[in-house]
């Protein structure tokens, strides 16, 4: 696979992402749904995963997030023991280090696009940002007018929308970004924009890009399935 070529090269220091024996399951009486015996990912680099429905792509993504809780295992994110944070440390390290960019990208209609960045950086107590110019800058990488910050976000169209949800996940230049299937909304010219505009807007970041689509996968160096890093989907744990 190739995003095993690099991996083991790289030293602890240089990890994004390090899962050790990673096993979850919904219930205590249910098999679990994820069981990844070793994952890493390197600082700045961006991953494609893919796989059918039902593979654990979403479950992978909130267990790294702090959503769920893993049953066994270790999840450590930039030398930081993900799961010995108490909530709100999580809380805070999420809002500080981890950008998503969610499928239903999730904006506050009823508030502008700069009162949506603003919320963005306010969770991440990032006192000493100067939003608007952060966002400007952001909004300008993205083909975004400025003059779009004092729109409602409901006023947008899908395509703006889905800029300003990527504009959020970086407001605080995040170390990690999530990209949860983003796409499913958008024709093959506005995805392949996106996908364009998405790559270069996180180049310093940690990229994991979860979708279906394989045909996305032409965007990222390293690529996964998760039928291959799941190991429960193969009754193999």
């Known amino acids: 696979m190739s995003h095993q070529s690099n991996l083991h090269a790289s030293s602890v220091a240089e990890l994004a992402v390090d899962i050790k024996n990673l096993v979850y399951s919904y219930s205590k009486s249910a098999p679990p749904v994820i069981s990844v015996k070793k994952w890493q990912l390197p600082k700045c680099e961006h991953v494609f995963v893919s796989g059918a429905s039902g593979s654990g792509k979403s479950t992978l993504l909130n267990l790294l997030t702090g959503t769920l809780q893993p049953d066994s295992g270790s999840i450590t994110l930039f030398n930081t023991d993900f799961g010995a944070l108490s909530a709100r440390q999580k809380d805070a390290f999420r809002a500080q280090h981890i950008g998503v960019v969610f499928q239903q990208f999730n904006l506050i209609d009823y508030l502008t696009v700069l009162e949506?960045?603003?919320?963005?950086?306010?969770?991440?107590?990032?006192?000493?940002?100067?939003?608007?110019?952060?966002?400007?800058?952001?909004?300008?990488?993205?083909?975004?007018?400025?003059?779009?910050?004092?729109?409602?976000?409901?006023?947008?169209?899908?395509?703006?929308?889905?800029?300003?949800?990527?504009?959020?996940a970086l407001i605080n230049a995040p170390h990690l970004v999530i990209?949860?299937?983003?796409?499913?909304?958008?024709?093959?010219?506005?995805?392949?924009?996106?996908?364009?505009?998405l790559i270069e807007a996180t180049s310093d970041s940690a990229v994991i890009f979860v979708s279906h689509d394989k045909s996305l996968a032409q965007y990222f160096d390293t690529q996964i399935d998760m039928a291959s890093l799941n190991q429960a989907n193969e009754g193999q744990v």
Do not use: C, H, W
Request: hydrophobic share 45%; proline share 3%; charged share 25%.
């Open 116 to 168: 949506n960045l603003t919320a963005a950086a306010y969770f991440a107590k990032n006192t000493s940002l100067d939003i608007e110019a952060r966002a400007r800058q952001l909004l300008e990488k993205l083909q975004l007018p400025s003059s779009v910050l004092q729109q409602r976000a409901d006023t947008l169209s899908v395509g703006q929308q889905q800029r300003v949800a990527i504009a959020r």
């Open 179 to 197: 990209v949860d299937e983003p796409t499913s909304a958008l024709d093959a010219d506005a995805r392949d924009k996106f996908m364009q505009l």
